[in-house]
């Protein structure tokens, strides 16, 4: 599923994948909102959001569930996340928390470098 997400005002693209296994599409439309609700805030500096879900041992069951989320930033390295669990619902919720909490690090040390940059150049003047 592609969205180019106008969701919000939000000019980024999210590409969510399913893999090889069944979701009720209501199950990836939240998939797709949650993720879009943990960067909308930093949307000037993302690029893409890409999001992959699978089954690792099918119907086994067990901790198989596997969510990967790359953000691929503007004049950034992209930022990824990596999780697993035997439940949907804690696997989506906890990546998004991820992905959100480490664009606020990486977003806030970037600030703080340009911002100290900034003060250093009137120092010197």
Known sequence: MKLDAIWKGLTMMLSTHFGNF???????????????????RFQNRIRKVQVTVRDVHGPKGGIDKQCRCVVHLKRMPSIVIEDADDNYGNLFHRVADRVSYTLSQKVDRVQKGSRSRKHHSYEAE
């Not at 069944?22 to 909308?40: F, I, N, R, Y």
Request: glycine content about 6%; proline content about 5%; cysteine-free.
């Open 22 to 40: 069944k979701l009720a599409p209501s199950v990836k439309q939240d998939v797709s909102e949650l993720m879009l609700g943990a960067v909308e």
